[in-house]
Nanobody, 114 residues
Framework: EVQLVESGGGLVQPGGSLTLSCATSGFNFSSAVMSWVRQAPGKGLEWVSTIGRSGIYKHYSEAVKGRFAISRDNPKNTLYLQMSSLKPDGTAVYYC???????RGQGTQVTVSS
């Protein structure tokens, strides 16, 4: 059974930093292209970033480019998202997602507020 479990969310002040993790199991993680997506209150799903199988290829949305960093640890089957210079519009539920199947976890809430 494929499992994606996000963690690391919380309340952070504007300008602050947070690192999200996504622990995975049930599939060959090192062969999977992975993404982070988010959903702000009352809005649809928004793509944030994608990372290739080896971790070399990385792509970011314009909204987060230069502030967020995606990475992966294939031996640990874990995906990460380092977020810095957070803005209030970064408030959302963040999900990790398998690109091929679009399957994602339950999400982790990030709230950016003073």
């Amino acid at each position: 059974e494929v499992q994606l479990v996000e963690s690391g969310g919380g309340l952070v002040q504007p300008g602050g930093s947070l690192t999200l993790s996504c622990a995975t199991s049930g599939f060959n993680f090192s062969s999977a292209v992975m993404s982070w997506v988010r959903q702000a209150p009352g809005k649809g799903l928004e793509w944030v970033s994608t990372i290739g199988r080896s971790g070399i290829y990385k792509h970011y949305s314009e909204a987060v480019k230069g502030r967020f960093a995606i990475s992966r640890d294939n031996p640990k089957n874990t995906l990460y998202l380092q977020m810095s210079s957070l803005k209030p519009d970064g408030t959302a539920v963040y999900y990790c997602q398998m690109v091929t199947t679009q399957q994602r976890g339950q999400g982790t809430q990030v709230t950016v507020s003073s």
